[in-house]
């Protein structure tokens, strides 16, 4: 399999020797994702909350850019400075994946990068795009389509 690094003018750029995130496969491996607005390369204004829905732009963005979204995460590692912050980062959280939620780590750290309150990465799948071609149904309408463009 091959790597494929993914990058996008839309999330903040590596503050590091990294990527934002590498797809292998049918699999994408995000970094940690921080409250830096990629328009201003500056940490966002604000608490706990503020800098939460940032990281989930990012994190949003970055997945867009390997052809994926929150709908298809699979695994979340939260990485907080205070674990007093937790309820405010899972409300945040929780609006972005609804009811798909994937499997999640959370621990508090000493510090983060740049002094943030909130880091998050994910791996997500990316959806093969001839999926419903493949399935029973899929496969029933596109020989149905077929049939009708022969006549």
Not at 21 to 35: C, D, E, H, K, N
Not at 39 to 50: F, P, W
Not at 57 to 76: Q, R, S, W
Not at 80 to 85: A, F, N, P, Q
């Amino acid at each position: 399999m091959k790597k494929e690094i993914i990058a996008t003018a839309n999330a903040p750029k590596a503050i590091g020797p990294y990527s934002q995130a590498v797809r292998v496969g049918s699999l994408v491996y995000t970094a940690g994702q921080i409250a830096i607005n990629p328009e201003t390369s500056q940490i966002v204004a604000g608490g706990i909350t503020e800098q939460a829905e940032q990281v989930m732009k990012n994190l949003g963005a970055v997945l867009e850019a390997a052809g994926t979204g929150f709908e298809n995460v699979i695994k979340t590692t939260i990485f907080l400075r205070y674990m007093k912050d937790f309820s405010a980062v899972n409300e945040v959280y929780g609006r972005h994946f609804g009811d798909g939620k994937p499997a999640r780590s959370t621990v508090a750290v000493s510090a983060l990068p740049l002094k943030v309150l909130v880091e998050i990465e994910v791996v997500a799948l990316v959806p093969e795009p001839d999926n419903v071609k493949k399935s029973a149904k899929g496969k029933k309408a596109a020989k149905k389509k077929a049939k009708g463009k022969k006549k």
